[in-house]
């Protein structure tokens, strides 16, 4: 039950999202740059746009995985588990997608946060890694502490949580979320949708392309 | 096909290749034709155990299970894929995918 505010504060700010994008969908052409989303902070009449924090984690290669990791550049986030049986494999797979297609573009990496982190362990995230050949300098595998991963999910529009009740044990969502390298959220997509993923595509290259 | 396109190519891709050594390939499969009894409730159930295909270990990813396909649907899906990209497995009736489902649980 403790777990329940989390989840409809996530499920609120996806739809204050939603209706950002909604407006959003129906105003700017192409050529305009990517929103900034989430709702922002105002401090002494300031605005300022919704920021991912600090965070540290360790990678399939027992690596640390900082906010410095990602200094410069832009990175594609979700959360999946790696014993998951339902929407798990199609968010990998479509994160394969982005991979492929950005593999030689140093603007951009990816970072998956494992939502299991009691089974996740290094070991576990290396194989799944291997499985998919990928480089971790270009697709980081987290896991970290528990609190920590199911508190940034928040931050990134995702949810993440324990639930006996679901498949596998967790309940999450299956976005992917484009983070620029001011760590301001400018797009997302739902990862199990094919064509989805091939807006957001778009969308990862129109901010490489910003100046 | 549509049911391919919207239950499985997210995963095993709309190729049929799946995805590296996570998810297996259909296209081309020594399972598919070695399983053609297994089909119907491996689709159905999904599937939890190590399988190899084509010389290659996949024991890391599970198989979710499709409840929202009914028996035609499942016996249209086999022979798709039984047939595609290649393939070539045997043409399937209802019948026979109605008697393989009931064996699910043996």
Known sequence: ?211 | MKIYNKQCAVCHNEDGNGLKGLIPPIRQSDFLLTHQDDLACIIRRGLDTTITVNNVVYDMQQMPGNDILDDIAITNLINFINNAWGNEGQFVTTEKIKADLAKCDE
């Not at chain 1, 540290?56 to 410069?72: H, K, L, P």
């Not at chain 1, 394969?96 to 951009?108: A, H, L, M, S, T």
Request: net charge neutral; glycine share 6%.
């Open chain 1, 1 to 211: 039950m403790r777990k329940q505010p989390r989840h409809l504060l996530a499920k609120s700010s996806f739809f204050a999202l939603l209706f950002a994008l909604t407006l959003i969908s129906c105003g700017p052409s192409d050529s305009e740059p990517l929103p900034v989303l989430g709702r922002p902070r105002f401090v002494n009449g300031d605005s300022i746009p919704h920021t991912i924090p600090d965070f540290s984690f360790i990678d399939q290669d027992s690596q640390v995985v900082n906010n410095q990791t990602f200094a410069g550049k832009a990175y594609v986030v979700d959360f999946f588990f790696t014993s998951c049986p339902t929407i798990c494999p199609k968010t990998t797979a479509q994160m394969f997608r982005i991979y492929k297609k950005f593999e030689n573009n140093d603007g951009i990496v990816l970072l998956a946060h494992s939502i299991d982190t009691k089974y996740d362990s290094v070991p576990v995230l290396k194989k799944y890694a291997s499985k998919l050949g990928v480089k971790t300098d270009k697709w980081h595998f987290v896991t970290g502490n528990k609190d920590e991963i199911y508190g940034i999910a928040d931050d990134y529009f995702s949810i993440a949580i324990e639930d006996p009740n679901s498949p596998g044990g967790y309940d999450h969502s299956g976005r992917l979320i484009l983070i620029d390298k001011n760590r301001h959220i400018r797009s997302f997509c739902d990862g199990t949708d094919a064509k989805d993923v091939d807006r957001f595509m778009k969308d990862i290259q129109k901010l490489l392309d910003e100046k």
